[in-house]
């Protein structure tokens, strides 16, 4: 993960039970944006929205390496943005 931004709208207590929507906001050769909501599952009030950005690495070089063709090809059909 390279960067993370979250923007809290509403508290949510230790015992509130939530829901989390998960989306693919823009899918790249190496990297995708994963937006989401959190909200209250009683009553869908929002409590969170952000984004995390994600790149994919090597896992000895530590270097970007594109994403692999078969999580590409899982992710498209969910990907608001395809670069």
Same mark, same amino acid.
């Given at each position: 993960?390279?960067?993370?931004?979250?923007?809290?709208? *509403?508290?949510?207590?230790?015992?509130? &039970?939530?829901?989390?929507? !998960?989306? $693919?906001?823009?899918?790249? @050769?190496?990297?995708? #944006?994963?937006?989401?909501?959190?909200? *209250?599952?009683?009553?869908?009030?929002? &409590?969170?929205?952000?984004? !995390?950005? $994600?790149?994919?690495?090597? @896992?000895?070089?530590? #270097?970007?390496?594109?994403?692999?063709?078969?999580?590409?090809?899982?992710?498209?059909?969910?990907?608001?943005?395809?670069?």
């Amino acid at each position: 993960m390279v960067e993370a931004f979250c923007q809290y709208r *509403k508290p949510a207590r230790f015992d509130d &039970l939530l829901e989390v929507e !998960l989306t $693919v906001e823009e899918l790249k @050769e190496k990297s995708l #944006k994963l937006g989401f909501n959190i909200s *209250k599952k009683e009553n869908a009030e929002l &409590l969170a929205t952000g984004y !995390l950005m $994600v790149v994919t690495a090597d @896992e000895n070089t530590g #270097k970007a390496t594109p994403i692999p063709k078969e999580i590409v090809d899982k992710l498209k059909p969910f990907s608001k943005q395809i670069l």
